[in-house]
């Protein structure tokens, strides 16, 4: 009596077992269509983020965008600094957080915040890639479960004869595989991509906050300007560097009662002094960096240059000062 009653639960059991397995079916195919919607979606943004990055992310124009910023900042122009700043979109992250540094300036202008943003999107990064990381690890799950569960109906058919129910539960079955491997794949390329392209945006966002707050302490952050015309003129740029053109070593010619520059003396720009009324105050003694350079003559290696000192010619058209 006891064997036929444990032989008639292990049989409940196993009936129920196999009953919970076939009504998963079904549940396990339509996750498996949407986890291939959603790798084909982040698929699509990848590319995008790919393309802009490769069009326009330029470290170069980063560094010179930040250090206008600073400077409009350092003169009262906070406005013609978001300006500067707002230009830096190659990156969704990049945008974002200057979004929000921009609204702190502009609100709360709290010293620490802008370090607290980094680290607030160094976590935004780590749960976007959590997305797709979640794809490497449930495509191939679920792409074996919607292989395992057809075989039972599939094998109970060959048992049977039933050639027509081995056929589309094969077919069910090596389908939801391909399908989990091509989600797990697509998931993993773009992870690892992706894993390298927001750590070089927090890289970058960190040498931004380094060229914008870092070294002479804190940012002076003026009050906006009322008219577009306040800040929107060349003279508020940054000090261009200034070409000598002439032997190496010496400075521009100048007049008898003048003394010649020499490269890396600093002189101030013409019109900045605000002598003749004509130059905004603000932009008064802005320090220009003399650069000096030697034509090269065809035929004469850079190593075999011999000093400028012993020259007499006269330094060729257009040496002055432009």
Request: hydrophobic share 45%; with cysteine.
């Amino acid at each position: 009596m006891q064997p036929v009653l444990a032989a008639t639960v292990a049989h409940s059991i196993q009936q129920a077992i196999y009953d919970v397995s076939r009504i998963l079916l079904y549940p396990v195919l339509l996750a498996a269509l949407f986890c291939l919607c959603w790798a084909i979606v982040e698929v699509g943004w990848f590319l995008y983020e790919l393309y802009l990055r490769v069009r326009y992310r330029d470290l170069e124009a980063l560094e010179i965008r930040a250090l206008k910023a600073r400077d409009a900042f350092a003169k009262g122009q906070p406005r013609r600094a978001y300006k500067y700043l707002q230009e830096n979109t190659y990156s969704t992250v990049v945008a974002r957080f200057i979004f929000d540094l921009i609204r702190n300036y502009q609100t709360e202008r709290i010293a620490e915040k802008p370090l607290k943003l980094l680290q607030e999107y160094e976590f935004y990064t780590v749960k976007r890639l959590e997305k797709t990381r979640i794809l490497v690890r449930v495509g191939p799950m679920l792409g074996l479960m919607g292989t395992l569960i057809p075989l039972a109906p599939a094998l109970t058919g060959l048992a049977q004869g039933n050639t027509r129910q081995l056929t589309d539960n094969l077919k069910i079955a090596f389908s939801v595989t391909v399908i989990g491997l091509l989600i797990g794949g697509l998931g993993f390329i773009v992870s690892i991509v992706r894993d390298r392209f927001y750590q070089q945006d927090i890289s970058d966002l960190e040498y931004l906050l380094e060229l914008l707050e870092g070294g002479g302490g804190r940012l002076r952050i003026g009050p906006p300007r009322r008219h577009r015309g306040d800040y929107d003129d060349a003279e508020h740029d940054l000090p261009d560097l200034t070409l000598a053109v002439g032997d190496a070593g010496e400075g521009p010619p100048a007049d008898d009662d003048e003394p010649a520059l020499a490269a890396g003396d600093t002189v101030v720009a013409a019109g900045a002094t605000g002598g003749d009324g004509d130059a905004p105050a603000d932009a008064a003694d802005e320090p220009t960096q003399v650069i000096s350079w030697e034509p090269l003559v065809p035929g004469d290696a850079a190593s075999e240059r011999t000093p400028a000192a012993g020259r007499d010619e006269a330094p060729p058209a257009g040496g002055e000062l432009f």
